[in-house]
């Protein structure tokens, strides 16, 4: 394409006279800018012309004597795929003028809503767009090649290691049985583990030696799974068997019992903390990132420990005392060892406990929506409003949704409450609007596994016809590790519900694996930074230049972003000067009932800057 410094070489292509000489004298009008504008009024004429080359941007009327609406944009489309559209449209027809966009098309202007500055605007963004475009599919083939390239190698480096892997393993499968190891990670299984701990009892009471039994659990691994497919989490477990085999003697055993989970047996110890001291040796070993899928992945686990003959003198009490352990450590989140107590046990009890009040406080009516604000980060006025579900449990008080929602997904009711906490905030969101609020949109967060049932759109609409509410006034959101399990299938769902009119938010931003090619194919109008990278504005420089970044880049993509957990006025002053469009945090507005967040609507012009 021409430079910028040189004359822009404009085809047009509208068979209107007065627009034509319109669009002349605009451009005519506009001093330093320098341009050539050549005049088509049929598309036959104009795709001959173009045969010529020597056009730098397309002024394309989709009304045509000869060619019609979309069908207009596609033959010049196909034909020079790229070179830059600019779709001229009128009132009338705007909607199509979008479609074209969508479907590929630089830009579009509204005929009558045009001024000789905001033509040539349009004509030097659809060209620069058009630029970096081409840059990114150069860079992709580039990077595509490279991958093949390297692929190939590591192909060729491999074959002589992989035939005498192919040896041992035959080899292996005639000594051992299938029976008590592992298929994928060839370590033994919960069978084989528990002949080798009981043994080890045997031994530790002739011997009055202690034992210990190790039951580690790897965090998050489901996020992997979901993001780069089952091929790249069990290379995962693989890489992880092997890395607890080099942290441990070669008396003891090292098993994996199913899905991440893995167990150790330390015979002959002389003290807990030589357990504590493996264990801590492991959680170091598995730190270190894993590379999968060109992405270097990082991964933590939670080990619970339990002791011979502290906590158990069966194989069977011991593997489950260590494993009630692990999942205090996983509660704690502290990325450590947890040995065993008395006080666990009646925790595991109390959990079961709750688990079942969990399944009747939908009857019980129990649950409740709060609403936190998402404020214009310019005028302080309400533009959204998050509903977020709390359980008002008649024993522990009021719950924060974080204590309750992974027990709700272990029980397999998540989905079930997701759908009342989206009825409930439809509902709430229309009776205010009957009560004179002016009106707004309420978010709701949806779990990964109601997002992929293949009834998600329709229980949606049924819930907007059955609460009245404007598809326009419902916001779902969504996190990157969930829009990024099926991606094709979450394009179909996201157009869908597009199309029925409800505003779709990308929650979490920054913490998942979408890349930006499947971004610009998401039709997602929102961003909500991740608050981890909100928490360090004012001390890490990396968190500000990432912030920065979505920023910039979302605004590219014409989409509108939000911050979520701002609590500062430092924080709010530089997310604004970021050019941050929305702010929601404790700092604006802390998550509210019903009649509390009534009151704030009441205030003046909805104003919660501080």
């Not at 869908?496 to 039709?523: A, C, E, H, I």
């Not at 509390?596 to 012009?605: N, Q, R, Y």
Request: hydrophobic share 40%; proline share 3%; charged share 25%.
């Amino acid at each position: 394409m021409t430079n910028m410094s040189s004359p822009i070489k404009i085809l047009l292509i509208e068979d209107n006279p007065g627009d034509v000489r319109l669009i002349q004298e605009m451009l005519a009008d506009e001093k330093g800018n320098l341009f050539t504008l050549e005049c088509h009024d049929r598309l036959s004429g104009a795709l001959h012309r173009l045969t010529d080359n020597g056009v730098d941007v397309i002024l394309l009327d989709l009304g045509l004597p000869d060619s019609q609406g979309l069908d207009t944009y596609a033959k010049v489309h196909a034909q020079f795929p790229r070179l830059p559209i600019v779709v001229l449209s009128g009132l009338h027809d705007e909607t199509v003028a979008v479609r074209a966009v969508r479907k590929g098309a630089q830009d579009y202007l509204v005929k009558g809503q045009i001024d000789g500055k905001l033509l040539v605007r349009a004509i030097r963004y659809a060209i620069e767009r058009m630029k970096a475009e081409e840059a990114l599919l150069r860079a992709r083939d580039e990077l595509e090649m490279r991958v093949k390239t390297r692929t190939a190698e590591l192909f060729r480096a491999n074959e002589a290691l992989e035939a005498e892997i192919r040896e041992r393993r035959r080899m292996e499968e005639i000594i051992r049985q299938q029976a008590t190891h592992d298929y994928l990670t060839g370590l033994p299984n919960r069978i084989l583990f528990l002949d080798h701990l009981t043994l080890g009892l045997t031994q530790a009471r002739r011997n009055r030696n202690m034992l210990a039994v190790l039951f580690l659990d790897l965090d998050r691994f489901k996020s992997v799974n979901d993001t780069f497919g089952h091929n790249a989490g069990d290379q995962l477990l693989i890489n992880v068997a092997g890395r607890l085999k080099t942290c441990v003697r070669e008396s003891d055993t090292v098993a994996r019992i199913g899905g991440d989970e893995f167990t150790l047996l330390l015979p002959d110890i002389t003290r807990a903390q030589d357990a504590a001291f493996i264990g801590r040796k492991i959680i170091s070993a598995l730190k270190e990132p894993y590379g999968l899928c060109g992405h270097q992945i990082h991964i933590t686990a939670s080990i619970g420990i339990s002791i011979y003959p502290d906590d158990g003198d069966d194989p069977e009490k011991l593997l489950m005392n260590a494993d009630i352990a692990m999942y205090h450590a996983k509660e704690r989140m502290i990325n450590d060892c947890q040995f065993f107590n008395s006080v666990m046990n009646k925790s595991s009890l109390e959990r079961m406990k709750m688990g079942n009040d969990l399944r009747r406080s939908l009857e019980q009516e129990e649950l409740i929506v709060h609403y936190q604000p998402l404020i214009d980060s310019n005028t302080g006025k309400l533009v959204c409003a998050e509903a977020l579900v709390r359980w008002k449990h008649p024993e522990r008080g009021l719950l924060d949704a974080l204590e309750f929602i992974s027990l709700a997904e272990g029980i397999g009711i998540l989905m079930s409450i997701d759908q009342w906490v989206m009825t409930t905030a439809c509902a709430q969101n229309k009776s205010w609007q009957k009560a004179g609020y002016p009106p707004f949109c309420v978010t709701v967060n949806l779990s990964s596994h109601w997002f992929h049932q293949a009834d998600l759109v329709e229980v949606v609409s049924k819930v907007l016809q059955e609460t009245g509410l404007s598809p326009e006034f419902l916001g779902l959101e969504i996190t990157e590790s969930t829009a990024m399990q099926d991606v094709e299938q979450t394009i179909v769902t996201l157009n869908q519900l597009m199309d029925m009119g409800v505003r779709v938010l990308m929650d979490d931003f920054g913490t998942g694996y979408s890349t930006l090619n499947w971004l610009k194919k998401f039709p997602i109008q929102k961003l909500k930074i991740d608050k981890s990278f909100i928490n360090e504005l004012q001390k890490n420089p990396d968190d500000k230049a990432i912030v920065n970044a979505i920023v910039t880049m979302a605004h590219t993509l014409k989409m509108t972003v939000v911050a979520e957990g701002v609590e500062t006025e430092n924080q709010l002053s530089f997310l604004r000067s970021s050019g941050c469009d929305e702010i929601q945090g404790f700092l604006l507005g802390m998550p509210l009932p019903p009649d509390d967040f009534k009151k704030m609507l009441a205030k003046p012009e909805n104003n919660f800057a501080s």
